[in-house]
């Protein structure tokens, strides 16, 4: 009897045993999976800017050039006064009968620079587009609004050195049919074929505007 008692016991207690193991591992199974997921954090990848595609914060209107610049009212100095009607039969004709400038003002002497430095080469034509464009611009409203602020608006004419022209020979023919054909500009005495243009650029370049493109004179192509 003793013996069945111990035997009985002996099961009991390793019945016991087993059942507090089995718990046991339950339990930490269990706790091992509630335990919170850490995650490693990612980074996301931002688009950033590159040189190569910069950001387009103005609007594409004029890609070629420089933003047009807000007209400084230091810069809308009154420009020069059409001289006295002067008739003739063609442009060469209407430059002859020019009067003779005498203390010419500043802003015509911009404007007669202009003229003789990007174009004293070429025909009366070609010079008369050069500063139909130099008047359009000031009169646009979308300009400096005098010749001398758009002859040295930055970046625009190459012949511009800083602040300053280089040296004119006043007694030269050249320099004496400029300013007559910027005193026609100014007076707009004569119909040139570029009339509205605002822009213009040499034929040895070809810089790819998204601009309407009205005429070629000589060495120049010229746009609105």
């Known amino acids: 009897m003793s013996r069945k008692l111990d035997l009985a016991s002996a099961v009991a207690i390793t019945l016991t045993l087993t059942v507090t193991v089995l718990t046991a591992d339950g339990s930490g199974a269990a706790a091992e999976a509630r335990k919170p997921q850490v995650l490693s954090p990612q980074l996301v990848a931002l688009p ?12 594409d209107v004029y890609p070629a ?8 009212a230091a810069e809308d100095i009154a420009l020069p006064p059409a001289s006295p009607a002067v008739s003739g039969d063609s442009l060469a004709d209407l ?5 003779v400038a005498g203390d010419m003002s500043r802003e015509l002497e911009c404007l007669a620079g202009a003229i003789y430095f990007e174009a004293k080469s070429e025909t009366l034509d070609g010079q008369l587009a050069v500063g139909r464009v130099v008047v359009n611009r000031a009169r646009s409203g979308r300009f400096p609004g005098s010749y001398c602020g758009v002859v040295f608006q930055r970046s625009q004419f190459s012949f511009v050195r ?9 007694a030269s023919r050249g320099w004496k049919t400029a300013v007559a054909i910027a005193q026609i500009a100014n007076e707009g005495s004569w119909s040139s074929v570029v009339e509205g243009a605002l822009f213009f650029h040499a034929t040895r370049v070809s810089p790819g505007w998204r601009l309407t493109r009205i005429a070629r004179v000589d060495n120049h192509v010229f746009y609105r």
């Open 48 to 59: 950033v800017a590159s040189a190569a595609q910069p950001a387009n914060l103005l609007p």
């Open 95 to 99: 430059v002859a009968h020019q009067p």
């Open 65 to 72: 050039l420089p933003a047009t610049v807000q007209r400084d």
């Open 162 to 170: 800083g602040n300053g022209m280089p040296a004119i020979n006043r």
